[in-house]
């Protein structure tokens, strides 16, 4: 079927659903949500935002835009729209869910929140991004570039953005979200990570990135366009593959793991000396001996995060304590020296056990005892190791 002619028939289906009125707000929003499931399983975002641009409620949208851009912090919450045309263009062509509007009691200090959210920064805006519902994303010049549904957020192909504008998403501890960037590479975020993006590519050149932190890519292939990833000490440069990369301050090295395809790894301050990568290798620049080494690595043991999976493996307790803070957003204090200078292997899944479980099988390895104490402002709790 022809993608408007689906198009058509999902509106059809929305126009039909005329006892929206009264559904309470869960119904309405599984409702919402079985639509932009649809919308993106069959590839129509772009139908849907040319919709948008053809739609004649010039009046309706600009008061809804106007309510939006208030205030520079704001936390996004779901309301339902007044008018069936303001909710057909934020059902359908604005992320096919809530339209996320902010009154001033629900406004908040991103400072005292931005650890427990998912933030995004489009140059004007920080906004806070729940872990449920959906909305749209807009630039301070009114262009749409993206849809956030639940722990995704995905960019458009943005034909009619010219200016180059970067977006920056901050993923906190305890925290995983997946960002699809506007050429279709698709990035998975782990806890405690920060990426800088533009929010369409140039026509040619390279397409850049900037991660700190650690991500998964599955990068789209074009030949003609690069695809380059830079951290702090080193710059990643595909055409078109998948891998992880990891460079977290508080590890001794910056780890690229080849899963498909390949890779050229380089310092950032020397790119003409250059290391390629086969599928199973794993590329470091080593930040005590300053050198890249490149080893045969089991690549699940790198990757297996995106699942929800931890591994160590001779880790040192520092390293796997860091480990522990981001996986679980929790403050962790050691003041048993004795288990300071050990190495631990182990293996457990984030979506599974509980920072109780975890350090009680890290007690069968090396004996320590360990209390949990109230964490800041009481929002969560902290660990006291002894």
């Known amino acids: 079927m022809h993608k408007k002619e689906t198009l058509r028939t999902l509106l059809k289906k929305l126009k039909e ?3 929206w009125k009264d559904k309470s707000d869960k119904e309405f929003e599984d409702f919402t949500q079985k639509l932009i499931e649809r919308i993106i399983e069959e590839d129509l975002v772009d139908e849907s935002l040319e919709l948008l641009e053809g739609l004649d409620v010039d009046k309706d949208w600009k008061s809804l835009q106007a309510r ?12 339902r729209i007044l008018r069936y045309a303001a909710i057909f263009i934020g059902v359908v062509s604005l992320g096919i869910g809530y339209v996320w509007l902010s009154d001033n009691k629900n406004d908040v200090l991103l400072s005292d929140t931005d650890d427990m959210h998912v933030t995004l920064d489009t140059g004007s805006d920080r906004t806070l991004i729940e872990s449920h519902g959906s909305h749209a994303v807009t630039l301070p010049s009114g262009e ?21 504008v970067y977006n920056e998403l901050n993923i906190p501890n305890g925290k ?3 960002l699809v960037l506007s050429d279709g590479t698709k990035i998975y975020l782990n806890s405690g990570t920060r990426i800088k993006f533009p929010v369409k590519f140039p026509e040619k050149g390279r397409r850049e990135v900037l991660v700190y932190g650690e991500a998964y890519f599955d990068v789209t292939k074009d030949e003609e366009r690069p695809f380059v990833v830079n951290s702090k000490e080193v710059e990643i440069e595909v055409l078109g593959t998948q891998f992880n990369l990891s460079s977290y301050d508080d590890q001794n090295e910056v780890a690229t793991v080849l899963v498909e395809g390949s890779v050229s790894l380089s310092r950032s301050e020397n790119s003409s000396d250059r290391i390629l990568l086969k599928p199973g290798e794993k590329g470091a620049w080593n930040r005590d001996k300053g050198i890249i080494e490149v080893e045969e690595v089991d690549v699940s043991l790198h990757t297996g995060w995106v699942n929800g999976e931890v591994v160590f493996r001779n880790a040192p307790f520092t390293e796997l304590l860091a480990s522990l803070e981001r996986t679980y957003n929790v403050k962790i204090e050691n003041t048993n020296d004795s288990i300071v200078g050990q190495t631990f292997s182990a293996r457990f899944n984030r979506n599974v056990e509980k920072i109780e479980d975890v350090l009680e099988a890290l007690r069968i390895i090396t004996p320590f005892e360990y209390e949990f104490v109230d964490g800041k402002k009481g929002k969560k709790k902290d660990v006291k190791i002894k």
Do not use: R
Request: zero cysteines; glycine letters at 10%; aromatic letters at 10%.
């Open 17 to 19: 659903s005329t006892g």
């Open 68 to 79: 939006m851009s208030k205030g520079k912090l704001k936390k996004l919450y779901p309301k």
């Open 144 to 164: 749409t570039v993206a849809i956030h549904n639940g722990d995704t957020l995905i960019y458009g192909s943005n034909e009619e953005i010219k200016d180059f």
């Open 176 to 178: 995983m979200f997946t």
